[in-house]
């Protein structure tokens, strides 16, 4: 059974920080690209950052500089640093786990991200 369980989310102040991690099971975790998403009340789900099978990592353009994605194969854990976070910020975080070879997609619950003062 494939799990994706994320953590660290919370109310920060404007400016603050907060780390968010996902913890996987049930899947070979280096063979998939594993990302974040974020999804604001009433809008759409969208990407916030990506790190591929070979490290690369790619984010949207409000949180680079701010945000740093990051994963380790060898705990099955993928991780992103929150810097600097703005009321903008705020949503339900979910983590990605998606393969093209292996046709799969996974999501996990997601967790709340809250900035406001």
């Known amino acids: 059974q494939v799990q994706l369980v994320e953590s660290g989310g919370g109310l920060v102040q404007p400016g603050g920080s907060l780390t968010l991690s996902c913890a996987a099971s049930?899947?070979?975790?280096?063979?998939?690209?594993m990302a974040w998403y974020r999804q604001a009340p009433g809008k759409l789900r969208d990407l916030v950052a990506v790190v591929k099978t070979n490290g690369y990592t790619n984010y949207v353009d409000s949180a680079k500089g701010r945000f740093t994605i990051s994963r380790d194969n060898t705990k099955n854990t993928l991780t992103l640093l929150m810097s600097d976070l703005k009321p903008e910020d705020t949503a339900q975080y979910y983590c990605?786990?998606?393969?093209?070879?292996?046709?799969?997609?996974?999501w996990g619950q997601g967790t709340q991200v809250t900035v406001s003062s």
């Open positions: 990605n786990a998606a393969s093209n070879v292996l046709r799969r997609n996974y």
């Open positions: 049930g899947i070979t975790f280096s063979a998939y690209d």
